[in-house]
Every structure is written in structure tokens, then in C-alpha cells.
């Protein structure tokens, strides 16, 4: 199990304008992971869950709060000592192209993990061979076909594919596909997702999902917890489908109103919320964070921070004054 409290991340901008102007990318997060569960993160471009994603797989420090694995404070061990326990969790990069050295066949790519990992377990070398094939069966993919083939001989899903099978060769117990989807060609999208899904359920490995897509979000976490970030911060959490089938914030409302209709097959939701103003990173904020582009923001909501909790009926934790559920999902015309 996986849990962060209070993660923040400042950076501070460099060049001649902006020079030293400190831009907040995490303000606060609190997040838990079960293992072998599903958790996404949703929001906008620059709300930070991408940053948050690498935090949690090791690859970014974080400024304050802690972060604990399997009881164990990261904070409390030296850098040495922390390796072990992140390299129980594998990034699953986003641009599968860059993510794999160009210079280097799949074979090569694989070899290089199972070969430490063959030594740290005392197998023999032709281990190495027969895990690699293995781990690209299990991934889809023809070893015979795969192996001998550099990155660019491959197509965007058999990239992808390959990247995740080298995610496998340390035997992870947590995947965070960061908008694993998004650089590939459409008509392969659902391939990645359902791989993810099934290893999920035959492995047993935690699977975190970073993306802006609501759709891929419900599908990858069925069953699991969904955090909406905003500029972050943590706006509302809970159960996938109880926060989009009713969500309460207007900025998670918002995020569902953008989804397209498709038009003779879907009825758009009575209720959209569109935000009256462009997101302005350059203005302070003494309240909600969302206040300045919320229809519903008042005096109240520019001046108070509202915490994330669970208030009324709702079941979902969300950080709003005012919370109320809103018709944004569009529905089937047959149930309309």
C-alpha cells in the first residue's frame, strides 16, 4: 500500500521575465493506493498529476509531506535505501517513442533489467531469453517477430507494448500509466487499455492512471477511487462512477460538460457548467482556487479555502462551499 500526505512541489521559473517567479504544481495532496487497485488522476493540462505520477514512482522529489510504502516513510531513509521499494513501481511513459532507446533492438532493451535482476536472483543467463519472451507474449506481442526489431521498425502500440513489458521485468507491484494512451493512433487505444486491465487482474498489480480523458479514467478504474486535480489540489474524490454519474464540484462538472456528444446516439447533460474565465496562473488566490472561474463562486468562495471532505449527502470527499449535483453527462437517447 501506497499513501502520500500533505506532497508539494514548487518550481521556480527561469529567464529573463519570469525569472524566480515560483509556480505551484502541488499544494497539498493526500492520495492512498490498495494494492492490486486501480486509481486515476484526472484534470486539465498543468494541474499536475503528471508531476504527482513521478513522485510516486520515484523519479521526482517533492518538496513537503511524506510519502509511505508498505508502512515505511520514504523521508526516514537514505536515498540508497529507498530504491528497492520504488522500483517496485514502474513508470509507463507517455511518448513510446522517446521512451525507448532508438539504438537498441527490444532484446537489448530487455535484457539490460532482467540481466540485474538475473543477478540479483542468482538465475542463469538463459533465463533472461525465456523471461523476454514471456513478458512479450504477455503484452500481446510476437517474440519471434519483436525481439530482433529496433523501436522504429514497430508500430505507436507495439512501442507501447514493449515499453510496458519492460516495465514487467523487475516483477513491479504498481503501474502509473501517464496518458499511456494519448500518443498512439485511436483505433489502438482500447488494446493498451485492456492490457492494463488484464494485467491488472492477472498479475495483481496496482494500476495508477494519470490522464484528461474521463472516458479511459472509467474504464482503467472500474471499481477503484478517482481524484479530480486542480491546479494541485485535490477538488473531489471517490469511487469512479459515483463521481461521474453525480459530481458535485463545478470544476469536475465542468471537465464532464466538455466531453463530446455524439449526436444521434446521446442526449447532452441539461445542466453544462463552462467556466466564465481562462485559466490565469499569474493571480493569487485567498480562497477556492477554482472562485475567479466558477459560475457559482461568491464573496465567500474568494476569500475561504475550502477543505476536501464529505459534507451532506454526498459520498464523495470534494472542496466546495456550495456543492450540488448538476445534469453535465450526456445520456443514451433511449434512456433519455
Not at 82 to 105: G, K, M, V, W
Not at 301 to 320: D, I, K, R
Amino acid at each position: 500500500m501506497i499513501t502520500g500526505t500533505g506532497i508539494t512541489k514548487t518550481y521556480k521559473q527561469r529567464g529573463n521575465v519570469l525569472s524566480g517567479r515560483e509556480v505551484k504544481a502541488l499544494r497539498g495532496v493526500d492520495f492512498s493506493i490498495e494494492k492490486g487497485g486501480a486509481v486515476s488522476f484526472i484534470g486539465e493540462s498543468g494541474c499536475g498529476k503528471t508531476t504527482l505520477g513521478r513522485i510516486i514512482a520515484g523519479l521526482e522529489t517533492h518538496d513537503g509531506g511524506e510519502i509511505v510504502i508498505d508502512g515505511v516513510p520514504m523521508s526516514s531513509l537514505k536515498p540508497r535505501k529507498r530504491e528497492p521499494y520504488f522500483r517496485r513501481i514502474q513508470l509507463i511513459h507517455q511518448d513510446p517513442y522517446s521512451a525507448l532507446n532508438p539504438t537498441r533492438t527490444v532484446h537489448q532493451t530487455l535484457a539490460a533489467p532482467l540481466a540485474l535482476r538475473a543477478r540479483r536472483t542468482g538465475r542463469p543467463g538463459s533465463w533472461m531469453d525465456e523471461r523476454a519472451e514471456e513478458l512479450l507474449a504477455l503484452v500481446g506481442l510476437d517474440p519471434g517477430y519483436v525481439l530482433p526489431r529496433y523501436p522504429h521498425q514497430l508500430s505507436g502500440g507495439m512501442r507501447q507494448r514493449v515499453v510496458i513489458a519492460r516495465a514487467l521485468t523487475v516483477d513491479p507491484e504498481m503501474l502509473v500509466a501517464d496518458e499511456a494512451t494519448s500518443m498512439i493512433d485511436v483505433s489502438l487505444r482500447l488494446g493498451i487499455l485492456s492490457l492494463l486491465k488484464d494485467l491488472r487482474e492477472r498479475l495483481g498489480v496496482s494500476v495508477l492512471f494519470i490522464t484528461h480523458d474521463v472516458a479511459t479514467a472509467r474504464y482503467i478504474g472500474e471499481g477503484g477511487d478517482l481524484y479530480v486535480i486542480y491546479r494541485g489540489q485535490v477538488v473531489e474524490r471517490g469511487q469512479v462512477e459515483t463521481i461521474i454519474e453525480n459530481p458535485v464540484h463545478p470544476y469536475t462538472q465542468s471537465l464532464l460538460s466538455a466531453i463530446p456528444v455524439l449526436h444521434g446516439l446521446e442526449k447532452p447533460g441539461e445542466q453544462p457548467v463552462v467556466p466564465t474565465a481562462a485559466l490565469d496562473e499569474s493571480k493569487t488566490d485567498d480562497g477556492c482556487l477554482f472562485a475567479r472561474r466558477c459560475p457559482f463562486s461568491t464573496d465567500r468562495c474568494a476569500s475561504e479555502v475550502p477543505s476536501l471532505a464529505v459534507t451532506g449527502a454526498f459520498p464523495q470527499e470534494h472542496s466546495c462551499f456550495y456543492p450540488e449535483r448538476r445534469s453535465v453527462v450526456a445520456t443514451p437517447l433511449e434512456a433519455a
